[in-house]
């Protein structure tokens, strides 16, 4: 019996690191996404291989600990994590194919994590919904990482574009956002951990300063919020410029992501900034028009995706 899961990966429209502080943010899963495959070994070991990522691995599920036959290890730490927590040691054959690239702030390792944990729970045949998915899957991204926001697994189990508010209720839009987006991301990783002292840092240096740009940001995100749900797209390319300028000011812009926010603008996009941490990682920009342009004037230099938002969440086959 051979299982399928899929899950989408996520991007942050509106909110990085004011969030941290309280302030809301959008976030929304994207129409690229992790699909498993989930079957018994061929063989006496657990195989997790990905095509994609050109890696395959042998895994010792009983001592956490795998052999790399091919590639980079990459995301197999969450794998192993899963199998070790929720699988009874019995060898499984695991392909991944990944259309999210991997460590661009995109939400790969969330994908990935809440895909397999489903593929699993349906191949066990044991009964699951997607709240035990979202919290397990935070869990074991947490596990591996030290520390993990919910954002990215909870958008990738439940799909939509999602406005988490002050008092962290999530609320999912009623609207479809229509417009288009290209993501532009080059091969500098962001480090998320790294960018967030580095503000709290800044504010705790500058308080009446920094604690004015967060709240900001703050408003920004709830113009935002008003003009998706009015399909107000120019307006929202304008807030995104907004927003930049002041993730610029608080210090987690590069050289290479100006670039790109630049280059989008120049080709079309009604708005670009960088989604995510920053300091490496990725832009994204909103392209009502203009799509292929922007796509193909950062694809140049740098990489990018056409992504749109999407409703669709885990599902299993
Ligand atoms: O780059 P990402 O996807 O890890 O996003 C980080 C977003 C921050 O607001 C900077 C941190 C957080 O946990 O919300």
Redesign the pocket.
Known sequence: MEIMASAPGKT?LF???A??YGEP?IAGAVNKRATIRLRESPSDVSIFKSDDLGFEAELDTVAKRYTLKKGKPGIIKYILEILSQYHDHSPLEIDLSLDIPIGS???SSAAVTVSTLAALFKYQGKKFDRISIAKKAHEIESNVQGMA?P??TRVSTFGGLIYLSRDKKIAKFNTDLKTSFVIGYTSKR?N?GR??KYVKSLKQRNPKIVNLILRAIGNITDEAKLAIAHNEEYKLGELMNINQGLLDSIGVNTNELSRMVYLARKAGASGSKIT??GGG?SIIASCPRNQDRVFKALNYYDNAIKVNFSKKGVFVN
Request: overall charge negative; aromatic content about 0%; glycine content about 30%.
């Open positions: 942050i909110g990085e690191h969030v941290v943010a702030g995109l939400g926001s954002l990215d962001g998320t960018m967030v995510g941490a990682g």
